[in-house]
């Protein structure tokens, strides 16, 4: 387990704290429809971080050729239709590149700054030209509304139980999952980035924002070359 992450309920933990169980159960919401929407139809597309499954399935259903890259072997398992590669993404390197990368669940706020600017890296080494990465961002309040709940509509409890300063920029956020015969709980460390912060990171990368794809601002299509912030306008 990394310092920092923690993750209880049944089933397999993964080093982040993710419960394998757990996510094989969360539902996909509009998250597909915001990605087909934004990039050709057929795309290869590397979906970095993609644990069990919940958004590779429904891409690979859209007619999308996914190559879905975790580092457990135990979320690898769960998925179906594309080809799966077991691998840290700061260390991912395959020689190959894709229309699209998405780097989603909040990956970009990695507490550690040289952790992000190693995704970053990643992103910008497997994007072939002309091609785009996909983000997505935590809400630009999200660590400030806590506690706070969500009751899904397929039945269970999602509840953000803190997230507490711990050093330079960093949260340690503690989430709970309640279902009717099981709970998870997962703590993780996140850094705000405030929009500035984000295209900024993006900048130093070699990456610009393209377009934001929703009104909160959350998913982003990105493309490769420095530009002004105004960029994120539109």
Known sequence: MR???????????????CAVELYARLPVGDEPDIVAGAVPKGARLLELGCGAGRMTH???ERGFAVTAVDESQDMLDRVRGARTVRSA???????ERFDVVMLASFLVHAGDPDVRR?????????????????FQREGEDWHERVPRERVDPAGFTVR????EPVGDGVNSVRARYVFPDATWTQTFLSRPLTREQFEGALAEAGLRVDRY?????TWVRAVAGPGPGEAGER
């Open 3 to 17: 310092a920092g992450y923690q993750g209880t309920g049944p089933g397999p933990i993964t080093p982040d704290g």
């Open 213 to 217: 794809l929703t009104e909160d601002r």
């Open 58 to 60: 429904p891409l690979v």
């Open 89 to 95: 993404i700061e260390a991912l390197d395959l020689g």
């Open 118 to 134: 190693g995704l970053l890296r990643t992103c910008v080494r497997h994007l072939a030209e002309g091609g785009c990465v996909l």
């Open 160 to 163: 953000l139980v803190s997230a």
